[in-house]
């Protein structure tokens, strides 16, 4: 009985969370009158494949997903390769004051962007970084680092010691035994962060919208935002640029969640 219960819960979660992806499907198929007759209901005419087209061709969301990728991977790898060296540091060496500086990390993260932003942009101003990618992603890398670190801290804390010792005593330098030892037992969180942030940072409205105002340099939500007020009137533009955004993100999601399996299952044998 209890499975039972437990499955429906899952199925009805699963529900509620593939029920807009479906919503924002079916209505970036539709004619603009369809949708304002019935948002709910399947396309009665024939596909309206001329929404994505649109979106391509007209509002050049390609080039709006590269500007975006060039952002969000530069975040992810910046996070990982800073966040895997701080948080093995502070889960295996030892050294005067490391929990004062790992707090003061940790401290970090209840300052809302909102009010770093303006100081960002000043300094960002002064060394001739607005309008560049690498302010977005200096901006994330100040905003999600200490949570990552955070994250793979608590995992690489469970990494034995005898392991490292072996590594030690094989003649590994330090960054190999990052290389071969942490990073494999450390798989998922490592998968976890890559998912994680590049989610929030291809998703993130608030950072890019002030710090790039080139057309040409905008993100997809940034462009998308923009697109509701042109668009207003016909919503299943918004519709097909939304669905189109969000692909790219599952792609990410499908790719790693294995990988994060995978990698717990490693910890619960190690």
Request: hydrophobic share 55%; with cysteine; glycine share 4%.
């Amino acid at each position: 009985m209890k499975k039972i219960f437990v499955f429906i819960v899952l199925a009805l979660l699963t529900l509620s969370f593939l029920y807009p992806l479906y919503y924002m499907m079916i209505n970036s198929l539709k004619t603009r009158e369809e949708y304002f007759v019935n948002p709910f209901a399947l396309p009665h005419e024939s596909l309206q494949f001329i929404n994505y087209t649109t979106m391509i061709s007209q509002f050049k969301i390609l080039t709006l997903f590269k500007n975006t990728f060039i952002i969000s991977a530069g975040t992810v790898i910046l996070i990982l390769i800073i966040g895997v060296f701080a948080s093995y540091v502070f889960a295996k060496l030892h050294f005067k004051g490391k929990s004062v500086i790992f707090l003061a990390v940790l401290m970090t993260m209840f300052i809302p962007s909102q009010v770093t932003i303006i100081p960002l942009y000043v300094s960002f101003a002064k060394v001739g970084l607005v309008n560049t990618y690498s302010s977005v992603i200096l901006a994330y890398l100040a905003l999600f680092l200490p949570e990552a670190i955070l994250l793979m801290t608590a995992n690489f804390r469970g990494i034995t010691d005898e392991l490292l010792e072996a590594a030690d005593i094989d003649g590994c330098s330090y960054l190999q035994k990052i290389w071969y030892v942490v990073v494999p037992m450390g798989q998922a969180a490592i998968f976890l962060a890559i998912i994680f942030y590049f989610i929030m940072s291809w998703n993130d409205l608030f950072t890019p919208m002030i710090l790039i105002t080139k057309m040409e340099k905008r993100t997809v939500v940034v462009a998308l935002a923009a697109l509701m007020g042109r668009y207003s009137g016909t919503p299943t533009y918004q519709f097909a640029g939304l669905l189109l955004s969000a692909i790219p993100a599952l792609i990410i999601y499908f790719i790693f969640q294995r990988n994060i399996i995978r990698g717990m299952s490693m910890g619960a044998i190690r």
